[in-house]
């Protein structure tokens, strides 16, 4: 029911930017936070940033903080993570979630625990690359 749709990924040289979108459906999309995560290969997924829709509340991990920025626009159920100064470490497969109680709290194959949220709800992810 819950589905989340993310765009934006490309490859970019060290010091570049690129601008992700995640859209949201299938639940109250204000009521619950999303939130953006870097899986790089062989490695776990990590939070990056979340919001909170229905107040704009951010969080952001620390190695971003500065250089990346994560904002929504509620009228289309989208939020967005603007990277900018990219580095090579910021490369990997980047997901968009949203809140486990999005679906009443029923279980999902995969939750994840960031700044106060357990996400559960996936978008299947758009690729991050960036070369030295």
Known sequence: QVH?????GGSVSTGG???????ASGYSYSSYSVGWFRQAPGDERRGVAMVYPGGGNTYY???V????TISQDNSKNTVYLQMNSLKPEDTG???CATDVRASGGRS???MLFFGGVEFAHWGQGTQVTVSS
């Open 93 to 95: 497969m980047y997901y």
């Open 108 to 110: 999902a194959p995969m």
């Open 4 to 8: 989340m749709v993310e765009s934006g």
């Open 65 to 68: 903080k500065g250089r990346f």
């Open 61 to 63: 991990h620390d190695s």
């Open 17 to 23: 930017s690129l601008r992700l979108s995640c859209v």
